[in-house]
């Protein structure tokens, strides 16, 4: 599902300058970028497409920086235009940032405020969120990026509206999308914004791509939260909330635990989250409901129990909110396409380093609760800075596990 505020009066209105055309798409490039996300926008904005419906756009490749550019694999790439070549464009897309630690060049941020003023639609895919947050132009805005670097966003800049839950926001003149393949969608989208649904259509159909996608992130998220969370005093409230996920309690249940009053506790935990704390609850929740079905013969109803669900009905409702899929039919299906061999073993306990053998534990040792809240949240939940860093890629889902039955195509 995607965020869409196209709507709103004050983004609607905005007029283009008369020196940008509104079918110029100008891709701002730094090095030490990811090519696959740098390469998006050039295939959906670059190639002449006309004979299969998909109106033609004119695209112009700049680079943000002084060159060559390098990037993934240490290919170096020269952009045959500068920042000044974005001044004709109607619409400019950031496909990516190097590193969300480090600061973009005030030069290229310039360029970006200057191109909004002047009526320029801005789009950051991926980590490109963090260049145009850093230009100051997400500040009250709704916007999302990889949900793996979303709390991050959130923490750094607070005047943003992080939702990790979606694969892409659309607030009007100013779009984000979530990781690599969200991209896709989000350019899509753009398509379709500009020239409809059946030009969309044409164009998913050259890349081989639905038109539209179901749902959002959450069946991508892994334990999301900040390395940094280790050493805030909120994670050991969010380390008792993990090993406790099989008993019944509830956000103020959490607040109580930290000593705060419930508005102070969810403006606490969206800053170190980027996520709600009643929606990252009901994430785990899910989350370990996934874990049970996949390796336990629990029934439906167990697992809701063991996940601290006050019902069946409740297991369902969220699974199929979050994952589009019953809980029996995300059994079936995983279980089918499992190897025989592994098959045999889906009954074994977990592992003592897994999530959900320290949910069946006794009492947990405070560090090694803090542990688990924070950087035994496995791989997913560390935040790779070094260049070129692959980022996960949202049509492959988690490694091992069957795409969902019924799982519809949609935006």
Same mark, same amino acid.
């Given at each position: 599902?995607?965020?869409?505020?196209?709507?709103?009066?004050?983004?609607?209105?905005? &007029? =283009?300058?008369?020196?940008?055309?509104?079918?110029?798409?100008? %891709?701002?490039?730094?090095?030490?970028?990811?090519?696959?996300?740098?390469?998006?926008? =050039?295939? %959906?904005?670059?190639?002449?497409?006309?004979?299969?419906?998909?109106?033609?756009?004119?695209?112009?490749?700049?680079?943000?920086?002084?060159?060559?550019?390098?990037?993934?694999?240490?290919?170096?790439?020269?952009?045959?235009?500068? =920042?000044?070549?974005?001044?004709?464009?109607?619409?400019?897309?950031?496909?990516?940032?190097?590193?969300?630690? +480090?600061?973009?060049?005030?030069?290229?941020?310039?360029? /970006?405020?200057?191109?909004?003023?002047?009526? *320029?639609?801005?789009?950051?895919?991926? #980590?490109?969120?963090?260049?145009?947050?850093?230009?100051? =132009?997400?500040?009250?805005?709704?916007? !999302?990026?990889?949900?793996?670097?979303?709390? !991050?966003?959130? &923490?750094?800049?607070?005047? %943003?509206?992080?939702?990790?839950?979606? /694969?892409?926001?659309?607030?009007?003149?100013?779009?984000?999308?979530?990781? #690599?393949?969200?991209?896709?969608?989000?350019?899509?989208?753009?398509?379709?914004?500009?020239?409809?649904?059946? *030009?969309?259509?044409?164009?998913?159909?050259?890349?081989?791509?639905?038109?539209?996608?179901?749902?959002?992130?959450?069946?991508?998220?892994?334990?999301?939260?900040?390395?940094?969370?280790?050493?805030?005093?909120?994670?050991?409230?969010?380390?008792?909330?993990?090993?406790?996920?099989?008993?019944?309690?509830?956000?103020?249940?959490?607040?109580?635990?930290?000593?705060?009053?419930?508005? #102070?506790?969810?403006?606490?935990?969206?800053?170190? !989250?980027?996520?709600?704390?009643?929606?990252?609850?009901?994430?785990?929740?899910?989350?370990?409901?996934?874990?049970?079905?996949?390796?336990?013969?629990?029934?439906?109803?167990?697992?809701?129990?063991?996940?601290?669900?006050?019902?069946?009905?409740?297991?369902?409702?969220?699974?199929?909110?979050?994952?589009?899929?019953?809980?029996?039919?995300?059994?079936?299906?995983?279980?089918?396409?499992?190897?025989?061999?592994?098959?045999?073993?889906?009954? *074994?306990?977990?592992?003592?380093?897994?999530?959900?053998?320290?949910?069946?534990?006794?009492? %947990?040792?405070?560090?090694?609760?803090?542990?688990?809240?924070?950087? *035994?949240?496995?791989?997913?939940?560390?935040?790779?800075?070094?260049?070129? &860093?692959?980022? +996960?890629?949202?049509?492959?889902?988690?490694?091992?596990?069957?795409?969902?039955?019924?799982?519809?195509?949609?935006?």
């Amino acid at each position: 599902m995607s965020h869409d505020s196209t709507a709103a009066p004050e983004t609607t209105a905005r &007029k =283009l300058s008369g020196r940008r055309r509104r079918e110029i798409v100008a %891709v701002l490039l730094f090095s030490g970028g990811p090519i696959f996300e740098s390469s998006i926008p =050039l295939s %959906v904005f670059g190639i002449d497409r006309q004979d299969a419906g998909v109106p033609r756009y004119r695209l112009l490749v700049c680079a943000g920086e002084d060159g060559p550019l390098r990037t993934t694999g240490g290919l170096e790439l020269t952009a045959p235009h500068g =920042l000044e070549a974005i001044g004709r464009a109607g619409t400019v897309v950031v496909p990516a940032w190097r590193s969300i630690t +480090s600061p973009p060049p005030p030069e290229a941020l310039d360029a /970006l405020r200057r191109a909004h003023e002047e009526g *320029a639609r801005i789009v950051g895919l991926c #980590t490109g969120a963090f260049v145009l947050a850093a230009a100051g =132009l997400l500040d009250g805005r709704p916007a !999302t990026t990889h949900w793996m670097y979303a709390p !991050t966003l959130a &923490k750094r800049y607070p005047s %943003v509206h992080v939702d990790p839950r979606e /694969l892409f926001v659309d607030d009007g003149d100013v779009l984000t999308s979530a990781g #690599t393949a969200a991209g896709i969608d989000l350019c899509l989208h753009i398509v379709r914004t500009d020239h409809g649904n059946e *030009a969309a259509g044409a164009l998913a159909r050259r890349l081989v791509v639905p038109p539209r996608r179901a749902g959002g992130q959450e069946r991508y998220l892994d334990r999301s939260l900040p390395e940094e969370i280790g050493a805030d005093p909120l994670a050991e409230v969010v380390a008792w909330a993990l090993e406790h996920l099989h008993e019944q309690f509830d956000v103020e249940t959490l607040a109580a635990r930290a000593y705060m009053s419930r508005r #102070t506790f969810d403006r606490r935990f969206r800053s170190l !989250t980027g996520s709600a704390p009643l929606q990252w609850l009901i994430t785990q929740r899910v989350l370990q409901a996934q874990r049970l079905l996949e390796t336990s013969d629990y029934s439906v109803d167990e697992v809701a129990g063991r996940c601290g669900f006050r019902s069946p009905v409740a297991l369902r409702g969220h699974f199929r909110r979050q994952l589009g899929s019953s809980p029996a039919a995300y059994r079936a299906a995983y279980r089918a396409r499992r190897p025989q061999g592994e098959r045999a073993l889906e009954s *074994a306990p977990a592992s003592s380093h897994s999530m959900p053998a320290l949910v069946e534990a006794g009492p %947990v040792p405070t560090q090694t609760r803090r542990t688990a809240a924070a950087s *035994a949240l496995g791989p997913s939940a560390s935040v790779p800075t070094e260049p070129g &860093k692959p980022h +996960s890629d949202a049509y492959a889902g988690h490694a091992g596990r069957p795409p969902l039955p019924g799982q519809r195509s949609a935006p």
